[in-house]
C-alpha cells in the first residue's frame, strides 16, 4: 500500500494556461474523489468517481474544469483558461469500496495562478 | 442542504490539558455518517473516526474521544492530556447515505489547534 500519489506537487501557471493533474489512488480502490482546499477552508468536494464512472460533479465546478478516470485507475483533473481565482490545493482521496468509508488522502497539487 | 459548522477558528493551550473541538451539523437525512480528520503542518489530512447516525454512543481511543449527541446535532472532539503532536489543523465532516453510490463528504472550515510547550 503506497497511498495515493499525486503529481505535480507544486504547479505555476500563467492566467489563460491549461493545466492538468494526476492522480494515482491506492492500488484496487474504486472511489476516487477530487477536492479543493483554500487557505483557512475545508476541503471542498469537486466531483468523484465509482470505477471509470464519474457520479457526480459539484454545481460550483465550471465548464472549465473536467476529469476523466479512463479504466478505473488513475485520474487526471484538467483545468483549461486559469483564472488567479483557481490557485487553490487540489486533493485526490481514493476509498476502497461503496458507501461512506474513509478517505485516503494524497499529499494534493498546489496550484498558483500567476 | 447538509452543513458542516466548527466555530472554533483556532484554539491554542499549554500542554498537558484537556481541549474540546465543537462540530454542529445540519442534515435532512436521518441515515448519516460523520467524520474527523486531522491536518498536520505535512498537509495530509488523516482520517480520525466515522460515526453512523444510529450510533451515538460515545467513543473513546487512547487520548481521543468523541461525543456525539443527535438532539443537539453535535459531534464535539475531546483530546485528553494534549500534546505538542496534537498541533494540526481538525475538520468534522458529514456525508449522506441515502443511497450507497450518490454519496460525498462535505467538511466544516476546520479548527487550528496549536499545543505550547
Redesign the interface.
Known amino acids: 500500500d503506497t497511498g495515493v500519489s499525486q503529481n505535480p506537487r507544486h504547479k505555476i501557471t500563467k492566467r489563460g494556461q491549461n493545466v492538468t493533474f494526476r492522480c494515482d489512488p491506492i492500488s484496487e480502490h474504486n472511489r476516487l ?1 477530487w ?1 479543493r482546499q483554500t487557505l ?6 469537486l466531483t ?1 468517481f ?1 470505477n471509470e464512472a464519474q ?2 460533479k459539484s454545481r460550483l465546478l465550471s465548464d472549465r474544469f473536467s476529469a476523466e478516470r479512463p479504466k478505473g485507475s488513475f485520474s487526471t483533473l484538467e483545468i483549461q483558461r486559469t483564472e488567479q481565482g483557481d490557485s487553490a ?1 487540489y ?1 485526490c ?1 481514493s476509498s476502497p469500496r ?11 497539487t498546489q496550484l498558483s495562478v500567476l | 442542504a447538509q452543513k ?1 459548522t466548527q466555530a472554533q477558528t483556532e484554539i491554542s493551550v499549554v500542554e498537558k490539558e484537556d481541549v474540546t473541538l465543537d462540530c454542529v451539523y445540519e442534515t435532512r437525512d436521518t441515515t448519516y ?1 460523520l ?1 474527523w480528520y486531522k491536518q498536520p503542518p ?6 480520525l473516526i ?1 460515526r ?1 447516525s444510529f450510533d451515538e454512543q460515545n467513543e473513546i481511543s487512547g487520548r481521543y474521544s468523541w461525543n456525539f449527541q443527535k438532539s443537539t446535532s453535535s459531534f464535539n472532539f475531546t483530546i485528553t492530556a494534549s500534546q505538542v503532536v496534537d498541533s494540526a489543523v481538525y ?1 468534522c ?1 458529514l ?1 449522506e ?1 441515502q443511497d ?11 479548527t487550528r489547534l496549536s499545543i505550547r510547550p
Open positions: 474523489y477536492y483557512g477552508q475545508g476541503p471542498e468536494f468523484y465509482q457520479l457526480e490545493m486533493l482521496a461503496v458507501g461512506n468509508e474513509k478517505l485516503f488522502f494524497g499529499s494534493g | 458542516v455518517y467524520f505535512s498537509g495530509e489530512l488523516v482520517f466515522r453512523n475538520f465532516a456525508s447515505a450507497s453510490s450518490a454519496s460525498k463528504i462535505i467538511f466544516g472550515s476546520g
